[in-house]
């Protein structure tokens, strides 16, 4: 197939790491779900930046006031990016976790939350102090939508309601049906919010045009790294709510009472939840990103991304020993997540061997969606085990599975080499060893 267009420079091109069998090699990562490589892009425009970092909010020097700009204008521009409503609030988190932990802090009293079993640990647990259902995994789009109106149905019409929900699985890639599960939500009174972590680094994510109520996701997944992330959406829980942290920044004014105490008044915009020094880096890497992959054209990076989805499954699929995991079936709209096991291998050995004979750097585990791996896999839902550790000895069943994931900046060769390194350990078998220690397989 023709290529459609060269893949974005991203950090790490030009890695080299050592092979156990001799000899080094480039590091292909293949780990996108997990971070992606920063855009080579992001790092020149925090590297510009950087002579010129201030404190935000606080300083009264020109350097101050100037990454006080860069702040709220990267709010201005990521709010942009995802179409946001005007009113909505745009708080800059330092994670989706960190951002759907925020919002389960805004719950109105007496808020019902619903949300599948598929989720990722981040969507599935925050709400744990709400009265909370989860939902069965659906085997089909339509059933994600029936299941959840049912629910729905049975709730207490009048009380608040939220429904959580993924964009694009961090195990199957598969897309959900976020626009007909808004719709759903917002026919029977309940809100949504987006885990948009694993979508917004393959398409465009629009909160307009899904109307959801609110989105999360994460820089270090969108090519810019800094430990920061965003949640976007209504104003009116998250004004109404306590601060997620108590500080300075998040107050307006703070006095003494006459009886000893402290007054607070707290801001009552996206300030509100940012009390601290805010990460002006993190926030001006993600609106690096936002631009570098708006300028590429989404159109384009997804015509791309759909030609490296059909080479890797097509390659798979020479492979009778590996089954993929879906929920939805072959033909469902995917990103670029792939899991996958493989007859005969404990998963954690098969990853440890693409690391340590060919240079791929993979992940291996449940891929802190434990309950939606094992429904995958077929195991108990009661199997103990943590993300990434070898839960079983060579030859027996895999409990866990193996991930790749890639993105805008792949090139092909990553994934030929992918394909060639499976088809090589199928057939021949790893050439070393592998066993468990400190947690990690190694050779
Ligand atoms: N949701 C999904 C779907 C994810 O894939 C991830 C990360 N694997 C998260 C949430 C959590 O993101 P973070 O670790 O950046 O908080």
């Known amino acids: 197939a023709q290529t459609i267009c060269a893949p974005l420079p991203v950090l790490g091109r030009d890695v080299t790491v050592p092979l156990v069998t001799g000899g080094e090699?480039?590091?292909?990562?293949?780990?996108?779900?997990?971070?992606?490589?920063?855009l080579q892009r992001v790092w020149d425009d925090v590297a510009a930046y950087a002579p010129y970092?201030?404190?935000?909010?606080?300083?009264?020097?020109?350097?101050?006031?100037?990454?006080?700009?860069?702040?709220?204008?990267?709010?201005?521009?990521?709010?942009?990016?995802?179409?946001?409503?005007?009113?909505d609030h745009l708080v800059f988190t330092r994670s989706t976790t960190d951002s759907l932990n925020l919002l389960a802090r805004a719950l109105?009293?007496?808020?019902?939350?619903?949300?599948?079993?598929?989720?990722?640990?981040?969507?599935?647990?925050?709400?744990?102090?709400a009265h909370?259902?989860?939902?069965?995994?659906?085997?089909?789009?339509?059933?994600?939508?029936?299941?959840?109106?049912?629910?729905?149905?049975?709730?207490?019409?009048?009380?608040?309601?939220?429904?959580?929900?993924?964009?694009?699985?961090?195990?199957?890639?598969?897309?959900?049906?976020?626009?007909?599960?808004?719709?759903a939500a917002h026919a029977h009174g309940a809100r949504i919010v987006l885990d948009a972590a694993q979508l917004a680094p393959h398409h465009p994510v629009s909160v307009r045009d899904l109307d959801v109520d609110w989105v999360a996701f994460s820089g270090h997944k969108l090519y810019a790294p800094f430990g920061s992330g965003v949640l976007a959406g209504r104003a009116d829980w998250l004004r109404a709510a306590e601060p997620y942290l108590a500080g300075g920044g998040a107050s307006r004014r703070v006095?003494?009472?006459?009886?000893?105490?402290?007054?607070?008044?707290?801001?009552?915009?996206?300030?509100?939840?940012?009390?601290?020094?805010?990460?002006?880096?993190?926030?001006?890497?993600?609106?690096?990103?936002?631009?570098?992959?708006?300028?590429?054209?989404f159109d384009t990076l997804v015509a791309r991304e759909q030609q490296?989805?059909?080479?890797?499954?097509?390659?798979?699929?020479?492979?009778?020993?590996?089954?993929?995991?879906?929920?939805?079936?072959?033909?469902?709209?995917?990103?670029?997540?792939?899991?996958?096991?493989?007859?005969?291998?404990?998963?954690?050995?098969?990853?440890a061997a693409l690391s340590a004979e060919y240079g791929i750097g993979v992940r291996d585990g449940l891929f802190c969606a434990h309950p939606l791996v094992r429904t995958l896999l077929g195991t108990a839902p009661q199997t103990q085990g943590e993300c990434g550790a070898p839960e079983s000895a060579p030859g027996e069943k895999s409990l866990?599975?193996?991930?790749?994931?890639?993105?805008a900046g792949t090139p092909d060769e990553h994934l030929d080499r992918f394909i060639t390194a499976v088809k090589e350990l199928v057939h021949n078998g790893a050439k070393w060893q592998y066993h468990t220690e400190n947690g990690r397989c190694v050779p």
């Open 25 to 38: 090699v480039t590091y292909a990562a293949l780990d996108y779900a997990a971070s992606a490589p920063a």
């Open 255 to 297: 006095t003494r009472r006459g009886d000893g105490g402290v007054d607070v008044e707290w801001h009552d915009t996206a300030a509100r939840h940012e009390a601290g020094s805010p990460n002006v880096i993190g926030a001006y890497a993600i609106v690096s990103a936002c631009k570098a992959l708006t300028e590429a054209g």
């Open 400 to 407: 866990n599975a193996i991930r790749l994931s890639f993105g």
């Open 108 to 129: 109105p009293a007496g808020c019902q939350v619903f949300v599948f079993e598929t989720e990722h640990h981040a969507s599935l647990l925050p709400w744990q102090d």
């Open 308 to 351: 490296l989805i059909a080479r890797v499954r097509a390659g798979l699929a020479e492979v009778p020993e590996v089954r993929i995991l879906s929920l939805f079936g072959d033909d469902a709209p995917r990103v670029g997540v792939i899991s996958f096991v493989v007859d005969g291998w404990n998963s954690s050995h098969f990853a």
């Open 132 to 183: 909370v259902t989860y939902l069965d995994a659906p085997r089909t789009p339509q059933q994600a939508v029936s299941t959840l109106e049912r629910a729905l149905a049975e709730r207490d019409p009048y009380g608040p309601a939220l429904v959580c929900v993924t964009g694009a699985s961090n195990v199957t890639g598969e897309l959900w049906p976020v626009r007909e599960l808004a719709a």
């Open 53 to 87: 970092y201030g404190s935000v909010h606080r300083g009264a020097g020109y350097l101050s006031q100037l990454s006080t700009d860069l702040f709220e204008n990267a709010r201005r521009t990521v709010a942009e990016f995802l179409d946001c409503r005007s009113d």
